[in-house]
């Protein structure tokens, strides 16, 4: 129910008249005025009941003679009167119907009774009701009523005192309360200030109105008492407290601030009164110093006093806080001030409340960057944010360092005292043989043999003070240990996460800002506001070398594992936001401290120790030699998790992590996963830290890159716990995490993270030369996993990726190449399966990018890393062999480098894939490289080092040849589009083509490659290759020559069949005559292939049969060629020189491929004639006689008709000869050629030895006689027309000379007849059915033949003589057959019947 209502009125009016009776009782005997004034008071209240509608305001009105009896009351001194009355009086002032007047009555009312000491908490309330429920009092009457209560609050009595002290500052808070309420009502009404001569306080007042006047003038008062000055306003002071008086301040400070900077004579005061008052009533501190003796000086100095100093720094907290900006340079003055107090030779409680001012700055990031912009970043100024900063950091170093005896006291208080608990801690838990099994371990910092406990002194981010707070305290207190050390701790990190947390926002938004900008104007380039970026490198700048001075400090000396996460989580934001500003030293400080802390103490680490700069008390030697961090204090008590090996290039001892070594390293971890982008050159420290840690703690890689635990490969192998052995996996995973996370970097961040595993995986390599130690595979396994994630931009890692890979691969530690040739192969593989955007098959650059360093590793001589080069090949070919397209050559090109040096698993491998290919690919591949897929083929055929492959290899081409002769038209539509293509860029660049077999049409050329290939394989040191490419060749060549354009066959003719029959010829002649014992293994030789000569017969055996089996069977074609009798020349040499060896297989050979090219074979279908020797493609079987069936008597059987003969050749499909003069002459001249040669191989052969010849000389056999002489018969078919005596005489010296020729004894058994029979041998018969043949023509020819009867009747006479009287051959002596032994002439023709028949 409110004051103003009827019924509240209504109950006030009836309570006065009750309170009036009550006190007119009261006074009736002993004070009757009282009683008088108290019933007159009873009347006026109903006449103004009575008279009012408004009652309140004529009460208000009437108010000093309503109060009056009341005041009469008081003035009795009676107690129970003045309860009364002081009641009433209030319960008027609650109704606020008490008038300015009638309040400074009751104020001097009050006054009198303060003086005389009654009723004092009755007056603190009634002041307290007058003041705060109306603002009636002003000027001289308030300030009468402050003083009221300051008198009062230094009475005798304790109570008393309190409360007044409560009403003081409630009174003041009013004040100002008014004040504030005041300036509301003026908000919108702007005065015109009147003209101010001067500016002393005493004038400008009048500017203010009536509250703010008030306030003024006590702020004002408040500011001369605590400087021990009379008050201008409060008057009747008698005594005051500094103490109080800064509580006052302070409260006021602290509460309206707005008053202060809205108001110019407000602020004035601040500037003029309270900072000088404050700098003055510092100056105890600041000149103290402990432990000096104060007889040395010549004055006593002041000691410092906790209450005052306390509420010194509290007021100081408060201006710095809410009037820095007005403050600028009595706040300069301040902060050095406060820096000072944390001086090691200030008291401990100075100290303590010191650190707690600083912790509250610490809170407020906004104001430390105002510190930075108004001091650090201003020329000629006190860097005050660098002074913070440092002096926290030496504030902690100096708690570490054992104190001097002066301050001993301070420190250690005694056992019994309030650090007795942390000290028992420390004494029993500290040593290693303390019985810390029983105890908690508490919280601590434990360095050089010092113990510090940490506390929880104020939750994160808040600054809660307990010393600062101690205000009823007047000795100080005794702090207890580590509580300096705690505040110090927590003021550092809330350093740190309010900075960073500040700046980090603020990039946000500037990013923000700029991505709104792109989207907005994408061509603008967005440009930061001007200064902010400098404020925040300068505050990082300035307190970077403070902060990781006492942070890598802190780390070093805790002993708690949530400490050590905050510190380190500080460290690593300070890196990260160090590397966002891109400030490049401050960053790799902070990372080397992380890095540091996760190695064992005092490791050697060449990175980290040439990096670090040389902060606080550590030294560092560059190179390497010797790190020593500060010493390792912590050993102690820190739990060690690990034991392992150094990764170094010397056998080492072992060296051990702790489990702080491995909360680093998971720090470490985390800020290369979450702030890889920001870490640049520095990756190279964490990566280095990290494949020490991975090595100690023997993490291996495996599949894809990723690190397992694996057991260490020697030494005394790593010793792990089971805490750390569950830490592992997950230390792995997040290892593995941390790469793939490099799929967020940008393309430059990239690239430092490649560089440094680069330059890392360099230093591996260094180390693993010359020894066969295990190599750290942790550089390379990271390449892998980091190029894996990266594959859709590939291309800009690919070559440093790979360029460092290839040199990994050459390495000649086995392991480390291993690994190199692993992340290759697979990164290939992987680049080739990821669905790139546009697909390869449209991004031959990228396709060819890829496959390039496969191809290079064919350059790298150690054969693991080329059998993991072809087994990758195949993988590639099994799963994209459709999809390589302009790939192939380099696939191709792989597959055929090899070399006879690799061994045979290798070549085996690489044929595997060329059968893949060959099987598999052909059709999908660009006929262009169907080339390069012969001449593959062809050099798997010619390494020596796996027989089988190269037999295999040549069956590879026939099959190869089959394909071309199936898909003919498509290749040759395909080659010949490349060729258009490639002529006009041949005729851009003004070059000519250049290809083999180059002007024969490209399809073309692809069989000459084929045949050239084969033709090479002919001539193979081995015969079994050498035999199976003949058959290969002359197979092909039958098959599919008819696809060749009729020209080409030119080049088949003279570059390869020529070329290759006198290769074989040279090859033959030259051959070793050695006889060889077995064909490798134990594998028996035949005793007609047991020397090299033997078996290149063979060879030559073979070639001559096939090139005559081409020139039989394609003659009509070749003569079309223009140089048809040449080559026809060319090959009656070849049989000659063929005829006329010394080996009878050849000799014979020859004469039957004579016999064929004259067309003596009837040749017929495969199918009826099984034993056809060159079906089989095998030796001519030499000894059959083709002429057996026409023995003399019978007509000789011969096919006259060519074109009949030319078609029933194997199904051939060949062209009848066209008709006309000009090839029968041709012809002509080729039988008479082909007779020269005959008569030319006669002579030489059958010619007898000159001289006697001590040594056996080569005798021509039976055999090549006989096929010589069965030459004859057809020859002369062809040449008889011209057939002249000249001739007849020539071929009479042969038969004469065949006949001569002895039979050798070996032979003699199969050939002689046995004397009951009477037969003729072969030869015999074939002579004899040369002139039978010859005597036929010339009884049927024409007159001028008839001539030759006696010449041929003169030679059968010869023959009649040998039967009794043997031939001569040469001077050799022949036997009887009965005793023959050696050579024998045979007695021929038994039967002359026959004969002359």
């Known amino acids: ?303 410092p006093y906790f209450p005052i100093c306390m509420r010194l720094l509290r007021v100081v907290s408060v201006l710095i806080k809410h009037f820095y900006s007005l403050l600028v340079t009595e706040c300069e003055i301040f902060l050095s001030l406060l820096v000072k107090f944390l001086d090691g030779e200030k008291p401990q409680w100075l100290r303590a409340v010191a650190v707690e001012s600083v912790h509250r700055l610490c809170v407020q990031p906004h104001l430390l960057r105002s510190f930075c912009q108004s001091y650090d970043m201003k020329q000629h100024s006190t860097k005050v944010f660098r002074d913070i900063v440092n002096a926290l950091g030496s504030f902690i170093q100096s708690l570490f360092i054992v104190p001097n005896v002066g301050n001993a006291s301070a420190v250690n208080a005694p056992a019994g005292g309030s650090a007795s608990g942390p000290q028992g801690t420390a004494q029993s838990g500290a040593g290693p043989g303390g019985i810390s099994g029983t105890l908690i371990t508490q919280a601590a910092f434990e360095y050089r043999g010092i113990w510090i406990p940490l506390m929880t002194v104020s939750a994160q981010g808040s600054a809660k003070a307990t010393y600062l707070e101690m205000l009823d305290k007047v000795e100080p207190p005794s702090i207890p240990e580590g509580y300096a050390m705690s505040v110090a701790f927590s003021a550092l990190l809330d350093l740190v996460r309010g900075i960073t947390t500040m700046i980090e926002k603020e990039l946000a938004l500037e990013e923000e800002a700029a991505a709104e900008s792109r989207e907005a104007q994408p061509d603008h380039k967005w440009e930061p506001p001007p200064g902010t970026h400098l404020v925040w490198e300068e505050m990082v700048s300035a307190c970077w070398c403070g902060l990781l001075a006492a942070l890598s400090l802190l780390l070093d000396a805790s002993t708690d594992e949530t400490a050590t996460e905050n510190i380190l989580k500080a460290e690593l934001t300070m890196a990260s936001l160090c590397g966002r500003l891109g400030l490049v030293t401050p960053r790799d400080a902070f990372i080397t401290a992380i890095c540091k802390a996760s190695l064992p103490p005092h490791y050697a680490l060449t990175v980290l120790s040439s990096n670090a700069a040389n902060l606080s008390s550590k030294a560092y030697s560059i190179q390497g030699q010797s790190v020593q961090i500060i010493s390792p204090s912590s050993e102690s008590h820190q739990q060690v998790v690990a034991v392992g090996q150094p990764l170094s290039a010397q056998p080492q001892g072992t060296v051990v992590l702790t489990a702080k070594n491995i909360q680093c390293m998971r720090t470490l971890l985390n800020l290369a996963h979450c702030h890889g982008a920001v870490l640049g050159s520095s990756w190279q420290l964490v990566l280095a830290t990290l494949q020490h840690l991975v090595w100690i703690l023997g993490l291996k890689p495996s599949v894809g890159g990723a690190l397992k635990p694996g057991r260490a490969v020697e030494g005394p192998s790593t010793v792990l716990t089971t805490a750390v052995m569950t830490d592992l996996p997950i230390i792995s995973n997040i290892l593995s995490r941390l790469f793939e996370s490099s799929q967020y970097l940008d393309d430059v961040s990239l690239h430092h993270l490649i560089n440094a595993l680069c330059s890392l995986s360099l230093e591996a390599m260094e180390m693993a030369y010359g020894t066969n130690k295990e190599p750290s595979l942790f550089a390379i396994a990271k390449l892998l996993e980091t190029g894996l994630v990266n594959m859709d931009r590939i291309e800009i890692l690919w070559r440093p990726l790979t360029g460092h890979l290839l040199e990994v691969c050459q390495h000649p530690n086995s392991r480390m190449r291993e690994w190199g040739a692993e992340a290759l192969t697979a990164l290939i593989k992987a680049g080739l399966d990821y669905k790139h955007e546009p697909p390869l098959s449209q991004n031959q650059r990228l396709q060819l990018l890829l496959l390039n360093p496969l191809k290079e590793l064919s350059n790298v001589l150690h054969a693991d890393i080329r ?159 050498r035999k199976s490419a003949g058959q290969t060749l002359f197979s092909t060549i039958a098959a599919h020559g008819t696809l060749l354009h009729q020209p080409t066959w030119h080049i088949v003719v003279w570059k390869v069949l020529f070329h290759l029959l006198d290769c074989v010829r040279t090859s033959s002649t030259t051959a070793d005559k050695e006889k060889i014992e077995s064909g490798g293994g134990n594998i028996l030789i035949h005793h007609s292939r047991d020397t090299a000569e033997k078996q290149w017969a063979e060879t030559w055996v073979l070639t001559l049969a096939g090139v005559a089996r081409i020139f039989n069977t394609r003659r009509y074609l070749l003569q079309k060629l223009g140089d048809f009798f040449k080559a026809w020349e060319v090959l009656l040499t070849h049989i000659q020189s063929a005829s006329l060896s010394k080996n009878n297989e050849v000799s014979l050979a020859a004469l039957k491929s004579f016999q064929e090219i004259l067309q003596i074979v009837t040749p017929v279908r495969d199918s009826d004639k099984a034993g056809d020797a060159f079906a089989a493609m095998g030796v001519p079987p030499v000894l059959i006689d083709p002429l057996s069936a026409s023995g003399p008597g019978r007509p000789l059987v011969r096919s006259d008709s060519l074109v009949e003969r030319l078609t029933c050749y194997n199904g051939a499909e060949l062209q009848a000869p066209p008709p006309g003069e000009e090839s029968a002459l041709e012809d002509l001249a080729l039988w008479w050629s082909a007779w020269n040669t005959w008569y030319r191989t006669g002579t030489d052969s059958t010619r007898p030895p000159s001289g006697q010849t001590e040594k056996l000389s080569f005798i021509p056999s039976q055999p090549f006689l006989t096929a010589l002489i069965q030459i004859f018969p057809a020859l002369y078919q062809h040449i008889k027309a011209n057939f002249s005596m000249e001739d007849l005489k020539k071929l009479g010296v042969i038969l004469h000379g065949a006949v001569s020729v002895p039979i050798s004894s070996d032979a003699s058994p199969f050939i002689l007849p046995s004397y009951t029979e009477a037969v003729l041998t072969s030869l015999q018969e074939a002579v004899l059915t040369a002139l039978d043949v010859l005597q036929k023509a010339i009884c049927v020819g024409p007159e001028n033949l008839q001539i030759m009867y006696p010449a041929i009747f003169e030679q059968l006479l010869l023959f009649v003589e040998f039967s009794c009287k043997p031939p001569q051959y040469g001077r050799m002596e022949t036997k009887h057959v009965a005793n023959a032994k050696y050579n024998q002439t045979l007695n021929p023709h038994p039967d002359l019947d026959l004969l002359l028949h």
């Not at 603002?135 to 009475?155: G, P, Y």
């Open 867 to 1025: 059998q993991k080069q072809l087994e990758s090949v195949l993988q590639i070919l099994q799963s994209q062999g459709d999809s390589l397209g302009p790939g192939w050559p380099l696939v191709l090109g792989v597959i055929g480098a090899i070399r006879n040096d690799q061994g045979e698993t290798l070549i085996r491998t690489a044929f595997q894939c060329l059968q893949l290919v060959v099987t598999d690919f052909l059709p999908t591949m660009p006929c262009m490289c169907l080339q390069i897929v012969v001449d593959v083929a062809g050099s798997f055929g010619l390494q020596n080092q796996e027989l089988n492959i190269s037999l295999t290899s040549i069956g590879l081409l026939w099959n190869i040849s089959d394909y071309f002769f199936q898909r003919g038209e498509a290749i040759t539509k395909e080659l010949e589009r490349e060729e258009e293509v490639q002529q006009k860029q041949a005729r851009e660049k003004g070059e000519t083509l250049n290809r083999p077999f180059h002007p024969a049409p490209p399809f073309d050329c692809l069989w000459l490659c084929l045949y050239a290939k084969l033709g090479e394989l002919c001539v193979d040191p081995r015969p079994a290759v």
């Open 1 to 303: 129910m409110s004051t103003s209502s009827p019924e509240a009125v209504k109950k006030l009016l009836e309570n006065m008249q009750t309170d009036l009776r009550s006190l007119s009782m009261e006074c009736k005997k002993k004070f009757p005025p009282v009683k008088e004034a108290a019933e007159s008071g009873i009347v006026k209240i109903k006449t103004i009941a009575a008279r009012n509608t408004d009652i309140l305001p004529a009460l208000k009105e009437n108010s000093s003679e309503v109060v009056q009896p009341f005041l009469m009351g008081c003035g009795t001194k009676e107690p129970k009167i003045t309860q009364l009355c002081l009641a009433a009086i209030q319960r008027l002032m609650s109704h606020e119907v008490v008038s300015e007047a009638a309040a400074g009555n009751i104020i001097n009312m009050l006054w009198q009774l303060m003086e005389n000491g009654l009723e004092e908490l009755k007056l603190l309330q009634t002041v307290l009701v007058l003041l705060t429920t109306n603002t009636v009092v002003h000027d001289e009457v308030l300030s009468k009523a402050i003083v009221l209560c300051f008198r009062l609050h230094f009475t005798k009595d304790n109570i008393t005192n309190n409360t007044a002290a409560a009403t003081v500052r409630q009174v003041v808070t009013v004040v100002f309360e008014r004040m504030v309420s005041e300036d509301e009502r003026f908000k919108g009404i702007v005065e015109q200030p009147p003209p101010v001569q001067g500016n002393t306080n005493r004038r400008s007042v009048t500017t203010l109105r009536p509250s703010a006047k008030d306030a003024y003038m006590l702020f004002q008062d408040l500011c001369q008492l605590v400087n021990a000055d009379a008050p201008y306003w409060l008057v009747g002071m008698t005594e005051m407290t500094r103490t109080f008086g800064l509580e006052l301040l302070e409260s006021v400070l602290n509460d309206f601030p707005g008053v202060f900077l809205q108001h110019q004579e407000f602020s004035f005061l601040l500037k003029e009164r309270v900072c000088p008052l404050v700098i003055k009533l510092f100056s105890p501190n600041i000149k103290f110093r402990q432990g000096s003796s104060s007889a040395a000086s010549p004055a006593p100095v002041e000691k």
